[in-house]
């Protein structure tokens, strides 16, 4: 996605320990504009029957609810840890961080995705795929079909794209770094 | 604004502790229509010029998302907690949560608001208005103006709303429930 990756060389800015900080237009400030687009090209990605968007908090939902527009679909956020005021009967997984050394808990509620659902997953990043992969474990726990993951970044020299793929998994990244430093991002083709 | 107190009275379920679970459509399930409406209803009661949206994560990012197509402009959430891979140069509040009876940090980088800005607070629910009352600081620090707060759900039988009034705050909520229980909830006129 051609616009994507200009504002990124644009805007996108690595720092130390392979982290992009993509803040003024995707995770932080959010450009809706952009927004837009990238889910216009998810939803010609995904041209499939899909009933259901699947995110996380808290960067994931502002792209899910644009993107959820062109798939007509509602949008259901997994939260991190367990919420105080939350129903009893969750979908939970763990989730290993990186960025920050740990394990966190996701939840979904079972009101919410059930055996009957066609999911897309979307998120805003993703690296060693930790995230996606307690997603896929919530959607394993409640019987529904897995469509595709779409990822606005992929970083593609961290492994969770091509253990993705090599399970069969229809992922589509809209912008695929495969290197970058202080002075330079090369993409893939 | 009716739609959304049918959709209230249909969906949202009343919980020990004054809490209303709206998660159905609201912040857990996003339903993606309904968040148009509430988008377009807010730039209705807000026609003047805004350049910024600020928000609060997690569940104010989608409404304020969808609502920044309504004003074209970028949309800003607070985060929650300090990031690692997060800029230095950051505005800075504390707000206390009632819900899990804690403070806890929130923070907007420096670069997103400042003192050209006219900012449209948006979160979901206002009930003690803490988090409101720290994205009000980070736009004092900001130098920044504010042009109102638009809310989906006010809890008026809590004093935020109230507060926020009397401080001449345009306070837009687009349903205020003045008593609620497992029987009923009323709203105000």
């Known amino acids: 996605m051609r616009l994507l990756k200009e504002r990124i060389l ?27 687009e990238i889910g216009q090209e998810l939803r010609a990605r995904f041209p499939q029957e899909i009933t259901k968007i699947l995110t996380i908090e808290a960067s994931g939902i502002g792209i899910a609810c ?15 840890g367990r919420h105080s005021n939350q129903d009893e009967h969750l979908y939970r997984a763990t989730v290993h961080s990186y960025t920050y050394n740990k394990d966190y808990e996701i939840t979904v509620s079972q009101e919410f995705i059930g055996s ?37 970044i992929e970083k593609g020299f961290q492994d969770g794209g091509k253990k993705l793929r090599e399970r069969g998994i229809d992922l589509q990244s809209l912008a695929i770094i495969d290197k970058m430093d202080e002075k330079q991002i090369v993409f893939r083709e």
Chains 1, 2 share one sequence.
């Open 10 to 36: 644009r805007d996108g800015e690595v720092r130390q320990g392979n982290v992009l900080k993509v803040d003024k237009f995707l995770n932080h400030q959010c450009d809706i504009r952009l927004f837009n």
């Open 66 to 80: 644009i993107a959820g527009q062109y798939f007509d679909v509602p949008v259901v956020f997994a939260k991190k």
């Open 116 to 152: 009957q659902d066609r999911v897309l997953i979307i998120d805003d990043f993703l690296a060693n795929g930790k995230a996606v992969e307690g997603l896929l474990d919530i959607l394993c726990q409640a019987g529904a079909a897995l469509v595709g993951v779409g990822i606005v």
